[in-house]
C-alpha cells in the first residue's frame, strides 16, 4: 500500500486555467505539507496542516488554496495559473510536526504552457 | 526564518571513495537535522537524521556530524557505489514556534564506477 499518494502525477495545462492536485495519507500522521519543488531543484515549503488546522502559509500566493477534508487529505488548488507555477509538487507527511521523518508522495509535475 | 547553505553544488567520486557534503545553518534554536537523498525522477527519502543533543550518528556507511556552536552539519559517505549517485539535501527545523524543515539547495552527487 502507498503511505503517501497524490494525483495526478502529470499535469500539462493552459496559463490562466484553474487546476487541483489531490494528496491522501494513510500512515495516520497528523501534519501534512505541500513542498514545492523548481527545474533547480530547490524544495521550499508551500503549506503544512496540522490535524486539518493551517500551521504555515509561507507567502504563497494566494492564487494557491489549500484544503484539508480531514486528516488524512490536503489537497491544493492553483486558479490562475502562471508560467511560474510550472514545478514538481510534493505532498509530505509526519508523525511529529516539523521535527520528524516526512514521508513524500511521487510527487505531481505540473506544466504551465 | 531559518536559512541554510549547502556545498559543493555538484560532487564527482571515484567509486570507493568519500563524499562530504557540509550545511550551514542560521536559527540557533534549529534542533533537527535531517538528510535526504532524491533519486532521478523519485520522491525525496529521509537517510538519516539527527538532533541537538548528539554530535554524531552513524548508519553503516553513512555518517552526520553536527557542530551546534559554529551551526554547521555535514554528511559523509564512505566507500562510495555507484547507487549511492543522486541528489542530496540536508534540512533544518525546530520543534518550537510554526516552522516548517527548511530545506538546503542540493548536492548532485555522481559516483563514477
Known amino acids: 500500500d502507498t503511505a503517501v499518494s497524490q494525483t495526478p502525477k502529470y499535469l500539462v495545462t493552459q496559463m490562466g486555467n484553474d487546476k487541483s492536485i489531490k494528496c491522501e495519507q494513510n500512515?495516520?500522521?497528523?501534519?501534512m505539507y505541500w513542498y514545492k519543488q523548481d527545474s533547480k531543484k530547490f524544495l521550499k515549503i508551500m503549506f503544512s496542516?496540522?490535524?486539518?488546522?493551517?500551521?504555515i502559509n509561507e507567502t504563497v500566493p494566494n492564487r494557491f488554496s489549500p484544503k484539508s477534508p480531514d486528516k488524512a487529505h490536503l489537497n491544493l488548488h492553483i486558479n490562475s495559473l502562471e508560467l511560474g507555477d510550472s514545478a514538481v509538487y510534493f505532498c509530505?507527511?509526519?508523525?511529529?510536526?516539523?521535527?520528524?521523518?516526512?514521508?513524500f508522495g511521487e510527487g505531481s509535475r505540473l506544466t504551465v504552457l | 526564518g531559518e536559512n541554510v547553505e549547502q556545498h559543493p553544488s555538484t560532487l564527482s567520486v571515484q567509486e570507493g571513495d568519500s563524499a562530504v557534503i557540509k550545511c550551514t545553518y542560521s536559527d540557533s534554536a534549529s534542533n533537527y537535522f535531517p538528510w535526504y537523498k532524491q533519486e532521478l525522477g523519485k520522491r525525496p527519502q529521509l537517510i538519516i537524521d539527527?538532533?541537538?543533543?548528539?554530535g554524531e550518528k552513524k548508519d553503516q556507511r553513512i555518517a552526520v556530524t553536527l557542530n551546534k556552536t559554529a551551526k554547521h552539519f555535514s554528511l559523509h559517505i564512505t566507500e562510495t557505489q555507484p547507487e549511492d549517485s543522486a541528489v542530496y539535501f540536508c534540512a533544518a527545523s525546530r520543534n518550537t514556534g510554526r516552522r516548517a524543515l527548511t530545506f538546503g539547495s542540493g548536492t548532485r552527487l555522481q559516483v563514477q564506477p
Open positions: 539527527i538532533r541537538s543533543n548528539v
Open positions: 496542516y496540522n490535524n486539518k488546522e493551517l500551521i
Open positions: 509530505a507527511s509526519s508523525q511529529e510536526s516539523h521535527t520528524g521523518e516526512l514521508f
Open positions: 500512515l495516520g500522521h497528523d501534519t
